[in-house]
């Protein structure tokens, strides 16, 4: 789903995504939720819990190679400390993958032993991935897909239900993601999905979300963005700051302005593809 990133969620829209997410729902045992790792309560969907009902579901954390390692720990203990299992993958390398497919087929493991218990034969466990848009959850099936690569299922032809891909021995995958609808509750979380590139870069001003964004990284760390733009000194002004940067590079009109919007583009692009360094935007005691 390539256009997904720039999909404006309307009730609508949000209604269609939850009848198809419950509809796939019936049919496994185990939810795999694919969060951004640099923004993990951020990246949650607001209804999956209540969607979830009862079935176990398993925390994917993707793009761990972007995101700052002890805060990713703090938040998979933070998760267990709710009962959740979470795992930190990175889904473009295959890293984490292993124990994600261990973490699942044991989430499933009371019910199929429970079923064994009736005098059901053992089948396999059957996992589905759900997540808000540019997660990561395509790369993530890939990756789980990539173990064994062998497609089950539906013979071609008569290609109506579902389609399964067996990833290992007694572990089944839907082989498309559901995907979920992000939080809009505040605009603080708003612009930490716009920052990240998980809500469209039309949802929210380009020159607000990089100024944030500069907001950010001047308190947490000033040094980065002093060394990689050549700036001296950092502006308690995010957006001086900006004009800095965007005046380094080059971003000129006529008279000597500063271009704000393709400063603020170019430097979105440098944060989201790792070039600014590993940052996670929230930790766990951010959120209560
Ligand atoms: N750095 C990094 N990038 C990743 C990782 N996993 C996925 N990406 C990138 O993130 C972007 C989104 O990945 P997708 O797998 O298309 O995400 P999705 O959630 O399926 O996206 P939609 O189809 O838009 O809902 C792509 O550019 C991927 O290459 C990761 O672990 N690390």
């Known amino acids: 789903m390539e256009d ?55 925390i994917v954390l993707n793009k761990k190679d972007l995101a700052d390692g002890a805060a990713t720990k703090k938040w998979i203990s933070y998760f267990a400390s709710q009962g959740l299992g979470a795992v930190a993958v990175n889904g473009a390398l295959k890293q984490g993958i292993k124990e994600l497919i261990h973490m699942v087929k044991q989430s499933a493991e009371p019910v199929l032993a429970a079923l ?96 944030n964004l500069v907001h950010f990284l001047a308190e947490h760390d000033a040094g980065t963005l002093r060394e990689r733009y050549k700036i001296g000194e950092v502006d308690p002004d995010p957006l001086k700051t900006l004009e800095a940067i965007g005046k380094k590079r080059g971003f000129l009109a006529t008279g000597g302005v500063v271009k704000m919007d393709q400063t603020a583009v170019m430097l979105l692009q440098e944060f989201r593809n790792g070039k600014l360094g590993r940052f996670s935007l929230e930790e766990p005691m951010d959120n209560g």
């Open 4 to 58: 997904s990133p720039t999909i404006q969620w309307y009730p609508g829209h949000m209604a269609k995504a939850k009848k198809l997410i419950k509809k796939n729902l019936d049919l496994v045992d185990v939810v795999i939720e694919v969060v951004d790792a640099r923004i993990p309560q951020s990246s949650r969907n607001p209804d999956l819990k209540s969607l979830l009902a009862k079935k176990p579901g398993v």
């Open 116 to 211: 064994e218990a009736k005098g059901r034969k053992r089948r396999a466990v059957r996992a589905m991935v759900v997540g808000i848009p540019n997660v990561g959850k395509s790369t993530v099936i890939n990756a789980m897909a990539d173990q064994v690569s062998a497609k089950t299922g539906n013979k071609p032809g008569i290609t109506k239900g579902p389609q399964w891909i067996r990833v290992v021995e007694g572990l089944e995958l839907l082989d498309t993601p559901g995907l979920l609808w992000p939080k809009f509750e505040d605009r603080a979380t708003g612009l930490k999905l716009a920052i990240t590139g998980a809500v469209s870069d039309l949802v929210y001003p380009v020159e607000d979300v990089a100024r």
